[in-house]
């Protein structure tokens, strides 16, 4: 077997069962464990994959500006959204933060809903502006354009005078062993402080992200309390089952 096509392989195997351990695949392709190390060294150069320490997971989606993934997947998004407004309940004090799955459940909340939303998220404030009897508290701190929220000390000082009933994370990456994820340093440092300061968290991740990492871990995915998601293989809904996370899809 040529290079490109064991490569190729490599990536076909990733993209249908999500991790790969590169001593088992030395012995699926007949090449030596060195030679696999290289393929994916070179395929996490290109940006086919995401290298770890035995082996590799799938890249997962592409990080995008909010605009551009406000118009992916919304039919996934709504339902998504559908299914997460049962933990939503009157007089809940609410953080939300960004996230165009997170807007997606915000413009699908009630009008006549009680409580108190926290959000970091000018596009969050903005869509419950009609919902009179929705106290919204806006989180201060620069603004990251990327995601539309608010990061930074101002953002961290404010959430650690704060108490929430449920924190709804908009997700990038998730993996059942390494755990949540975001490109972002100051991000991931604001949505740990978040599920900090929350009794309970919930998070809505459509099937490309699962099994896939960034580079600054939020933390450990049983933190969750709620993961909110399509249908998935059963092996995979049994590594989040056993951390005690109710999985809802």
Do not use: W
């Amino acid at each position: 077997m040529l290079k490109q096509e064991r490569q190729q392989k490599i990536v076909d195997i990733l993209n249908e069962e999500h991790k790969v351990i590169a001593s088992d695949l030395s012995k699926r392709l007949s090449v030596s464990e060195d030679t696999i190390r290289r393929d994916l060294k070179e395929l996490d150069h290109q940006g086919m994959i995401k290298r770890v320490h035995s082996g590799a997971l799938r890249k997962g989606p592409p990080v995008e500006d909010f605009s551009t993934r406000q118009n992916i997947y919304n039919e996934t998004k709504l339902n998504l959204a559908t299914k997460a407004l049962d933990f939503i309940k009157d007089d809940m004090v609410l953080v939300i933060d960004g996230g165009t799955t997170n807007l997606q459940l915000v413009h699908q909340l009630p009008l006549t809903l009680k409580g108190t939303v926290i959000t970091n998220s000018p596009p969050i404030a903005m869509a419950l502006a009609n919902h009179s009897d929705v106290e919204v508290i806006m989180l201060g701190g620069t603004l990251f354009k990327q995601s539309m929220v608010n990061l930074g000390i101002d953002t961290f000082e404010a959430l650690g005078k704060m108490r929430a009933d449920l924190y709804i994370m908009g997700i990038y990456k998730i993996d059942a062993q390494i755990g949540i994820s975001v490109p972002s340093m100051a991000e991931a440092q604001i949505k740990g402080k978040m599920t900090e300061i929350s009794t309970e968290v919930l998070g809505m991740v459509t099937n490309d992200k699962l099994d896939t990492i960034s580079n600054h871990i939020v933390c450990p995915t049983d933190q969750l309390t709620y993961l909110v998601t399509e249908q998935v293989k059963p092996d995979i809904k049994r590594m989040y089952e056993n951390q005690r996370i109710m999985i809802v899809d």
